[in-house]
């Protein structure tokens, strides 16, 4: 159950009441308990009142306020009526003015406020002379801005270390947002690549080679087969939480050879991967993957796919180059994206045109370990 928000208004009403009842009470009873106090008289009390209740709108006004509540603080003082805690307003205008403004604002006010007082006491008692309550003044002056400048960097270290925590969950939720679409653009791309290549070979010889035909319509059940094996997978994934699915490795490189077989290139390997590091593996055959996709899917009349590994000190690179003829450099689409933003993720980087008689795919990804 949500409960509805509650107006700031309402924490203001209750914090006046709470100072108003204070200062009243307090006033109240020192005029009883003080020998030869004068009683509190109504005046009094609408004087304290009036006082008391502009802390309601202090919040938006501090500076004008403060300097209200200190002279009126001031008068009740030297009106002769009971002493009580009315310092208490002020001293609350002044912290507020503080957290608001910055020391800088509520030292300058505060001095003025102090000169404005001792000229109003030089020219009531024709006398330059200051009492010992003065002093206190003074030091209430400099406790209270302190008090408030230390409350103001407090909060704003907070709320900086707020949001730096909002700023770092939204950039781990973007990352993740990328890899998903990453890795579900990678699944169904390719099998739907692979699709689609064999539903036109079945479609033009269903008639005059019904053999070859249905040769094509195994190849799709089986790319459809293991395209939603993949997306069970990562569904899986996504909703437990947990990385629990297999990860990709140029291992399995054989079955995406084979696919471009099936779809009418010849394919062939040069070098040897060798043993990686998990992240390196999964990254080079989802390269790998969507690089033979694009060669179905972009290149112009391809027969012949290249894929050449090697092996340095510190550093794996892969290479796919087709044969399509004329090919242009390519518009960015979300496949070149993801194999550019996952050799970047492992320090890596990708590069993708056209070169003499075909287009090449070229990624180089840094071995950790390795000298």
């Known amino acids: 159950m949500r409960w509805p928000s509650t107006s700031p208004w309402v924490g ?3 914090r006046t009441v709470i100072v108003l009842g204070f200062v009243l009470g307090a006033t109240s009873a020192s005029s009883r308990w003080q020998p030869g106090a004068t009683p509190l ?10 006082t008391v209740l502009t802390l309601l709108l202090v919040h938006r006004f501090p500076l004008t306020l403060f300097l209200v ?9 030297a009106s002769g009526l009971p002493g009580g805690p009315v310092i208490l307003v002020p001293t609350i205008a002044l912290f507020v003015l503080t957290r608001q403004r910055g020391p800088l604002t509520a030292g300058s006010t ?19 002379t200051l009492e010992a309550g003065a002093g206190f003044v003074v030091v209430w002056l400099i406790a209270v801005i302190g008090v408030g400048t230390a409350v103001r960097y407090q909060l704003d270290a907070l709320a900086a270390r707020r949001e730096q925590a909002d700023e770092h969950r939204h950039r781990l939720a973007e990352q993740e947002r990328l890899r998903i679409a990453r890795e579900v653009h990678d699944v169904v791309a390719h099998s739907l690549a ?17 053999e070859q035909a249905k040769e094509a319509l195994l190849n799709i059940k ?6 939603l094996k993949d997306l069970r997978a990562t569904l899986a994934v996504l909703r437990s939480g947990e990385d629990k699915a297999p990860a990709p490795s140029l291992a399995q490189a054989a079955e995406l050879l084979e696919h ?8 062939d390997v040069h070098g040897e991967a060798g043993d990686l590091p998990a992240p390196v593996d999964a990254a080079a055959y989802r390269i790998l993957q969507e690089s033979l996709t694009n060669v179905v899917r972009h290149a112009d009349q391809p027969n012949h796919v ?3 590994f090697e092996r340095q000190p510190g550093t794996f690179t892969m290479r796919v180059c087709d044969d399509g003829r004329g090919t242009a450099q390519p518009t960015p689409g979300h496949g070149l994206r993801g194999m550019c933003e996952r050799a970047a993720a492992l320090g890596g980087r990708c590069t993708a045109g056209p070169v003499d008689g075909g287009f090449e795919v070229c990624v180089e990804l840094p071995i950790e370990g390795e000298a």
């Open 306 to 308: 290249e894929v050449r």
């Open 41 to 50: 008289t109504p005046p009094g009390v609408a004087w304290l009142a009036a």
């Open 110 to 128: 505060g001095s003025a406020a102090l000169a404005a007082a001792y000229l109003a006491h030089v020219v009531t008692t024709r006398s330059f």
């Open 69 to 77: 509540t200190a002279a009126s603080a001031f008068g009740y003082y």
């Open 260 to 267: 471009a077989r099936d779809a009418g290139l010849t394919v």
């Open 194 to 210: 692979m699709i689609n290549v064999q539903a036109g070979v079945a479609a033009h010889v269903a008639d005059r080679r019904p």
């Open 12 to 14: 203001r009403v209750v």
């Open 222 to 227: 089986a790319a459809s087969a293991s395209a």
